[in-house]
């Protein structure tokens, strides 16, 4: 039985490190050049539900789950819609802006995005969902500071909350 897709959206955008970009390279480590790469990375204040319910410690080095962030193009016009702003694209610090796949940040974990390339004998990279992206302080601060609003930031995270998208691995350069 060959597999289904659940739904078939499209990129719209990319980004590195909060620059928009036109293509981007997906390495087994993440996107080429991003701050996010690599096979490993330190615990965070940002990994809390696994710190609280593990034996391991803010700075211990564990599997990089979250190489990629991805967020829905749907999803961010409904934070906008919200907040009466824009989000400008790499604010949030995502790798890619898809569209066309209903209820993006609730994909369940080990969701694969699966990229096609017509006319290329190019293999296509697999990204895998690790989890929901919440929203954080550090790109309500990126927001906030792009509009110059003070106070946005609580905003924000109150807004996109279950739309931030989400994070997860490459399984496939």
């Not at 050049?33 to 809390?48: A, E, I, P, Q, V």
């Not at 990089?64 to 919200?82: D, F, P, Y």
């Amino acid at each position: 039985m060959k597999n289904q897709p659940v739904a078939v959206g499209k990129v719209v955008s990319l980004s590195v490190n909060g620059t928009p970009i036109t293509s981007c390279m997906f390495n087994l480590e993440g996107p080429e050049n991003d701050t996010h790469s690599g096979f490993t990375r330190s615990l965070s204040g940002h990994d809390g539900v696994y710190l609280r319910t593990s034996d391991r410690k803010k700075g211990d080095q564990v599997f990089n789950w979250r190489t990629w962030t991805g967020l829905s193009q749907e999803e961010i016009r409904e934070v906008e819609s919200q907040l009466g702003l824009d989000v400008p694209q790499g604010c949030l610090l995502e790798n890619l802006v898809v569209s066309g796949i209903p209820g993006f940040s609730q994909l369940a974990p080990t969701s694969r995005l699966v990229f096609s390339r017509e006319g290329s004998d190019v293999p296509r990279p697999i990204l895998v969902v690790w989890e929901e992206n919440g929203p954080c302080k550090t790109v309500g601060e990126r927001l906030e500071h792009h509009h110059a609003q003070p106070g946005l930031k609580t905003d924000f995270i109150a807004a996109a909350l279950h739309r931030r998208g989400v994070m997860g691995f490459v399984l496939a350069a």
